[in-house]
Every structure is written in structure tokens, then in C-alpha cells.
């Protein structure tokens, strides 16, 4: 008999790595250094997002790599970038801080919804995949786009489910389904809107292979319990995406056997 | 020597080779990645590099981020 203690589900594996946990945690915007290290303890993250910045001589700050345990992928993003040029010299500056050569590609040249550029996206990946760099894209969830990007070397593709920071979901779900449907060289991460664990639970029933969330868990009260909930979530869509749920049906089905002795067999009412 | 330091033009006088720019203003230098005038200057040639007059130095870090 399978019991969830004998789940049989394949590994994570982006890169050259096997993941256990599918839950990426972003960095951004915790109100303290303590407050992340909870939450990255208490989410049993993997995998971390980092920035890149130029230092502030004026006001010392300590260094975020001391708050990150050493066990943990450091995923550096290209936040700031709003072309591929720009995105490829931080990748390039990003190996030389010691973080590893693990890229979350963001091109970004709209303020207002911080939509990705998919374009300058795949001409970044491309680049920087031929120069050894683990690349893990974020995308406007577009089938031809990600198809693009495996070409061009991602080792992951990761569509937004909503815009960043917004907390609104999967509004892009129909859309992130056909990419999870189509794509099978490479995991399926949904970066971005995530804001509560249902959400997470809902793109990992989908069949999604991982979840990045930041913006909710470090704006809540309590972020290390929030980033628990997530993880349970994500654990949970995972099983329930292994179970092969079944699908909605339009009309009632009944879920108890009809009585059967309350009707004679000739006015009985099917409910 | 003026220096271009991270978008201030900023005045060195004792200031010879990238290691002593970077030992003379950061406290912690671990993580931290130098660019040359657009050039990547790996940690190993900071004591090799001199500055010059003018030269543009950027000095990034990594912060926190989503």
C-alpha cells in the first residue's frame, strides 16, 4: 500500500543540484536580518534569492551573506537590469562576489506592473548559459517564450503568477498550466504574486515543480510562521499533484451509496 | 587623485593600488566584487592594480532581494 510515508516522487533537480525542499524564499524587504533568518529556517528553504548593489560607503550595513546558512543556494537576481547587457554584467559581476554562479534573470523596463522582458530574457540567457551559468529566467508566462529560453539553456523557467508584490495569486494560472504542460526539459517555478499558502498550494496541484515567494512572508506579522504555512502548503499541493486529482465535474455525483429503502424502485429520486 | 568612487568623485592622496581604495573605505571586504572602469577586477589583482587619476571604481555587494 502507498502511504504518504512512502510517497514516490521524483527529486527537484535544476542545474548539477537535487532539491528536497520546493520552496525558493526570496530575501527582500524583511524589517530585520532576524526576521529572515526565521523565516529561512522555519520555510526549510534550499534555495535563496540575493541582490546585487553598489555599497553605500557612507552607512555600513552588515553583509546579508551572514545571515544565509552556507548549505543554501545562493540564486542571485538581476533586479535593476532593463536589458540584457545590463542583466548579463551583474550575472558576470555577481560570480566574482563569491555567491556562486546561480542566476534568477530579471529584465525589467516597466515600473508600473515590473513586467519581464521576455525578449531581452532570452538573449540574456543565452549568453550567459554558454558561459556556465545555472540560469534560471523570470517570465511573462508565454508558451513560445519558454520554449525559447530552454533552447537558449535555462535550467529552470520561472513564469509570474501574478505581478510582483502584489499578493493577487494566480491570475496568470490558465496560461502558467500550458507552459507546465508543454515544457518537460526543464522544472516549472512560479516566481512572483504569491501571497498567501493557498496560492501555493494551487500552482503546486498544477503540477508546478517549485515556488519562489518573497513580498508576503516578509511583510507579514509573523514571517517565520507564514513561511512555515508556505512550506506545508507547497509540500501539500506537491502530494495532491501526485494523487492525480480527479477532475470537476459539471453536475452532483452522489458520494453515498442512494438509500434505495426509503422509495419504492419506481418513484426513486437520484440524489 | 580624484577617484570616480561608486557615482561620487571623491579625493584620494594616499591611495596607490585598488586593495588599498577598497581596505581605506569598506570595513569587510568579503563578498564584494570590484569593476575597473567597466572592467571586473578579480579579488587576486586588487594589490596589482593601480589607480590612476580619474579612474572609475565601482564597488557592489550583495543585499537582500526577491
Not at chain 1, 525589467?108 to 543565452?126: C, F, H, R, V
Not at chain 2, 588599498?20 to 578579480?42: C, H, P, T, W, Y
Request: net charge negative; proline share 5%; charged share 25%.
Amino acid at each position: 500500500m502507498k502511504t504518504p510515508e512512502h510517497i514516490e516522487d521524483s527529486p527537484l533537480i535544476i542545474g548539477n543540484k537535487t532539491f528536497t525542499s520546493r520552496f525558493l524564499l526570496g530575501t527582500g524587504k524583511f524589517k530585520s536580518k532576524k526576521d529572515l533568518s526565521d523565516a529561512i529556517k522555519s520555510s526549510g528553504t534550499q534555495m535563496v534569492t540575493v541582490a546585487l548593489r553598489r555599497i553605500d560607503l557612507e552607512h555600513h550595513e552588515d553583509n546579508i551573506i551572514e545571515y544565509i546558512p552556507k548549505d543554501i543556494t545562493l540564486l542571485t537576481n538581476t533586479s535593476g537590469a532593463r536589458n540584457a547587457d545590463e542583466a548579463i554584467r551583474i550575472a558576470r559581476l555577481a560570480k566574482h562576489t563569491g555567491c556562486g554562479n546561480w542566476i534568477k534573470i530579471e529584465v525589467i523596463n516597466d515600473t508600473k506592473y515590473l513586467l519581464p522582458d521576455n525578449n531581452e530574457t532570452i538573449k540574456a540567457t543565452e549568453v550567459l548559459a554558454a558561459e556556465g551559468f545555472i540560469v534560471l529566467p523570470y517570465m511573462y508566462p508565454d508558451l513560445y517564450a519558454a520554449r525559447a529560453l530552454v533552447k537558449a539553456g535555462a535550467a529552470a523557467i520561472m513564469p509570474l503568477g501574478s505581478c510582483i508584490g502584489t499578493n493577487k495569486g494566480l491570475k496568470a494560472k490558465e496560461f502558467i498550466q500550458i507552459i507546465v504542460d508543454e515544457i518537460d526539459e526543464v522544472p516549472i517555478i512560479v516566481d512572483a504574486g504569491i501571497g498567501a499558502p493557498s496560492q501555493a498550494a494551487e500552482a503546486m496541484e498544477m503540477g508546478v515543480d517549485a515556488v519562489l515567494a518573497n513580498t508576503a512572508i516578509a511583510t507579514a506579522g509573523q514571517p517565520a510562521y507564514l513561511a512555515r504555512a508556505f512550506a506545508q502548503a507547497i509540500e501539500a499541493g506537491r502530494l495532491a499533484y501526485l494523487s492525480k486529482l480527479p477532475p470537476v465535474q459539471k453536475t452532483a455525483a452522489p458520494s453515498s451509496p442512494l438509500t434505495g429503502f426509503l422509495y419504492d424502485e419506481h418513484n426513486a429520486v437520484t440524489n | 587623485m580624484n577617484v570616480h568612487l561608486n557615482g561620487k568623485s571623491r579625493q584620494f592622496d594616499d591611495v596607490k593600488t585598488l586593495y588599498d581604495l577598497i581596505r581605506q573605505n569598506i570595513k569587510n571586504s568579503a563578498f564584494i566584487v570590484a569593476e575597473m572602469n567597466g572592467e571586473i577586477i578579480g579579488r587576486d589583482q586588487w594589490p596589482n592594480k593601480f589607480i590612476n587619476d580619474g579612474d572609475k571604481v565601482e564597488l557592489v555587494s550583495p543585499v537582500a532581494g526577491g
